[in-house]
């Protein structure tokens, strides 16, 4: 079984619609990620948590939210989806011994 | 902010052939790391380089932290068809563990 998982895989919503991603870790990891990622651009940090109770905004946080339910589990919301929006999103997990970051395999979500 | 140039955006090698690229920085970074994604897939993780000068391997992957700590360069040996994909430089940009990704090179191998 994968060690980080993500749900849904694939999802298509509406303009205005609300919508939740959620990842899943069995790797025991403390510090959990959301990234975003669009062609040509690589991957851009959303929000970073390093525990249940650390929650912190990356690079690109507007218009997104997170909720770090418990260790193993970290979702990111999208309270009001709109057309850019549309992306590759990653989560990824990192231990405290090393700054090595594992990720999902990914939610693509269009927002039409 | 930081700004990290990989290169080249795309290639195009025959199976056999040997590939390079890099990643540049206008900025110090501690630790570089390299990843693949296939598509439809997640970015795995290749190789991690901690030390500037170091040079690590990985099969025949080797990547090394340049001595600037400014740049860092991957080669691949010999491809094969399963060396396709996007591949991802990081660094590393604070005690926080953030890393700030390249746009990736895009590897197509023809028989």
């Known amino acids: 079984d994968a060690d980080v998982t993500q749900t849904p895989r694939n999802r298509i919503t509406k303009t205005g619609k609300r919508i939740m991603l959620e990842c899943s870790q069995t790797?025991?990891?403390?510090?959990m990620y959301w990234y975003r990622q669009d062609p040509g651009l690589g991957l851009r940090l959303i929000y970073y948590?390093?525990?249940?109770?650390?929650?912190n905004k990356g690079e690109i946080s507007d218009g997104y939210s997170v909720s770090r339910q418990a260790q193993a589990k970290f979702s990111l919301s999208l309270e009001s989806a709109i057309p850019n929006q549309t992306a590759l999103y990653f989560c990824?997990?990192?231990?405290?011994?090393?700054?090595?970051?594992?990720f999902g395999p990914g939610t693509r979500l269009t927002v039409t | 902010g930081q700004q990290l140039n990989q290169s080249p955006q795309s290639m195009f090698i025959q199976e056999g052939e040997d590939v390079s690229m890099n990643c540049t920085s206008s900025?110090?970074?501690?630790?570089w790391l390299w990843y693949k994604q296939d598509p439809g897939e997640g970015p795995v993780l290749l190789i991690a380089?901690?030390?500037?000068?170091e040079l690590t391997s990985n099969g025949r992957l080797t990547a090394q932290f340049g001595t600037t700590r400014k740049d860092s360069f991957l080669n691949i040996s010999a491809s094969i068809p399963s060396d396709v994909g996007i591949y991802f430089c990081?660094?590393?940009?604070?005690?926080?563990?953030?890393?700030?990704f390249g746009a990736g090179t895009q590897v197509v191998v023809t028989p």
């Open positions: 990824a997990t990192r231990g405290d011994s090393s700054y090595e970051q594992y």
């Open positions: 790797k025991g990891h403390d510090r």
């Open positions: 948590s390093f525990d249940v109770k650390d929650i």
């Open positions: 900025s110090i970074f501690n630790t």
């Open positions: 380089l901690y030390k500037a000068g």
């Open positions: 990081a660094g590393l940009t604070d005690s926080w563990g953030k890393l700030q």
